[in-house]
């Protein structure tokens, strides 16, 4: 059984920083890209970033490039999303995903991840 645990959300004021962190049960360390999605309110869930299993590849949404930067830790299974310079529109839950089949591809369709976290809310005043 796979399982992801996002952590890190909260309300920050606008121009500061979060950084979410998504940790995963897998027995193989590693192998699998890991990404990040986001749903506002009454909004289809979005790509926002992702890394492949070596963090050769990574890959973000127009919307956070330059603000956000997606990294992980193989020896730990752990994912991270640094998110900086936030804004109102950042305002959404945050879930992170995992894709097994294709560990090289960071693929920013949501179908292509077979494992979701529960997701973590952010929120960002202004």
């Known amino acids: 059984q796979v399982q992801l645990v996002e952590s890190g959300g909260g309300l920050v004021q606008a121009g500061g920083s979060l950084r979410l962190s998504c940790t995963i049960s897998?027995?193989?360390?590693?192998?699998?890209?890991m990404a990040w999605f986001r749903q506002a309110l009454g909004r289809e869930r979005e790509f926002v970033a992702a890394?492949?299993?070596?963090?050769?590849?990574?890959d973000y949404a127009d919307s956070v490039k330059g603000r956000f930067t997606i990294s992980r830790d193989n020896a730990k299974n752990t994912g991270y999303l640094q998110m900086n310079s936030l804004k109102p529109e950042d305002t959404a839950v945050y879930y992170c995903?995992?894709?097994?089949?294709?560990?090289?591809?960071?693929?920013?369709?949501?179908?292509?991840?077979?494992?979701w976290g529960q997701g973590t809310q952010v929120t960002v005043s202004s």
């Open positions: 995903a995992a894709n097994l089949r294709q560990p090289w591809r960071t693929a920013t369709a949501i179908y292509a991840y077979d494992y």
């Open positions: 897998v027995r193989t360390f590693g192998t699998y890209t």
């Open positions: 890394i492949n299993w070596n963090a050769g590849n990574t």
